[in-house]
Nanobody, 122 residues
Framework: QVQLVESGGGLVQPGGSLRLSCAASGSIFSINAMGWYRQAPGKQRELVARITSGGSTNYADSVKGRFTISRDNAKNTVYLQMNSLKPEDTAVYYC????????????????WGQGTQVTVSS
């Protein structure tokens, strides 16, 4: 019922920039939070950045000062502006949303996108 569609990944040189987008669609009553996670080969999935419905943000220490998360509530979309990219940023980036579906207004569910590859290499 709820789908997350990600875009913006790709190949970029160190020091370059990318902007990821994630749009939520479907039977949505409200979105309490949206964020980005990433997973590199052989590593656990980790939080990159998160933004709540109230506008509070959280960032991984490794991306603070380089990445910025933002949202467009009217479009149910979250963005991740990634600047000064490093090879260690290479990973599959997953969008996540905490959603209250219209059919279940008393409950919150976590939804995931299918991921978008970000590769930082010279």
């Amino acid at each position: 019922q709820v789908q997350l569609v990600e875009s913006g990944g790709g190949l970029v040189q160190p020091g370059g920039s990318l902007r990821l987008s994630c749009a939520a669609s479907g039977s949505i009553f409200s979105i309490n939070a949206m964020g980005w996670y990433r997973q590199a080969p052989g590593k656990q999935r980790e939080l990159v950045a998160r933004i709540t419905s109230g506008g509070s943000t959280n960032y991984a220490d490794s991306v603070k000062g380089r990445f910025t998360i933002s949202r467009d509530n009217a479009k149910n979309t979250v963005y991740l502006q990634m600047n000064s990219l490093k090879p260690e940023d290479t990973a599959v980036y997953y969008c996540n949303a905490r959603v209250v579906p219209r059919e279940s207004r008393h409950y919150e569910y976590s939804y995931w996108g299918q991921g978008t590859q970000v590769t930082v290499s010279s």
